[in-house]
T-cell receptor, first 115, second 112 residues
Framework: EAGVVQSPRYKIIEKKQPVAFWCNPI?????LYWYLQNLGQGPELLIR????????DSQLPKDRFSAERLKGVDSTLKIQPAELGDSAVYLC?????????????FGPGTRLTVL | GNSVTQMEGPVTLSEEAFLTINCTYT??????LFWYVQYPGEGLQLLLK?????DKGSNKGFEATYRKETTSFHLEKGSVQVSDSAVYFC???????????FGEGTQLTVNP
């Protein structure tokens, strides 16, 4: 069974440019998460989807970040415009449902460098 | 709010040494506790978990016991291998929601 797929794996852009990341969760997983991982730190949740509904986006900087999960399957996270401080790894994860004991399966991440 | 504190790293051990990585947490109610591992160039993988007090999670020779009285979930392994070199993250979720709160991670290097 395929795991969580993310693309691209690496992205280098100049500041003020837009960028988008794509995630395809494990088939059948209703809950999808986007996490931000800064260098030397643990991941922090940006947004959580249950099916196509964003149910926890309190940590998403909505002035420049947006996300969507049309049809409740794959998801896109966008930054526009990117800033130098956005350089980090963006992780996508999925789980069967939102129960706190459920395992979250992580993708390999997209490493973003903003110059 | 919830928080997780891990022992400062990095940790360097010789092969077959005993490993302990300390983890303490702050949370309301009864969180579920996890250890995730990140091998070089790979994504986060669940190593073990415990969902209630006194539960012991175990996998690949690693163990951790959910201690509510000390709010701890220390990771242990009796004999580490070079292949255990990775970054280890302690994390928790609340039962009412699945936001994972991570510690800062501990880099482990095992030398032959």
């Amino acid at each position: 069974e395929a795991g969580v797929v993310q693309s691209p794996r690496y992205k280098i852009i100049e500041k003020k440019q837009p960028v988008a990341f794509w995630c395809n969760p494990i088939s059948g997983h209703n809950t999808l998460y986007w996490y931000l991982q800064n260098l030397g730190q643990g991941p922090e949740l940006l947004i959580r989807y249950e099916n196509e509904e964003a149910v926890d986006d309190s940590q998403l900087p909505k002035d420049r970040f947006s996300a969507e999960r049309l049809k409740g399957v794959d998801s896109t996270l966008k930054i526009q415009p990117a800033e130098l401080g956005d350089s980090a790894v963006y992780l996508c994860a999925s789980s069967l449902d939102a129960g706190g004991h459920n395992e979250q399966f992580f993708g390999p991440g997209t490493r973003l460098t903003v110059l | 709010g919830n928080s997780v504190t891990q022992m400062e790293g990095p940790v360097t051990l010789s092969e077959e040494a005993f490993l302990t990585i300390n983890c303490t947490y702050t949370a309301t109610g009864y969180p579920s506790l996890f250890w995730y591992v990140q091998y070089p160039g790979e994504g986060l993988q669940l190593l073990l978990k415990a969902t209630k007090a006194d539960d012991k999670g175990s996998n690949k020779g690693f163990e951790a016991t959910y201690r509510k009285e000390t709010t701890s979930f220390h990771l242990e392994k009796g004999s580490v291998q070079v292949s255990d070199s990775a970054v280890y993250f302690c994390a928790l979720t609340q039962t009412s929601g699945s936001r994972l709160t991570f510690g800062e991670g501990t880099q482990l290097t095992v030398n032959p």
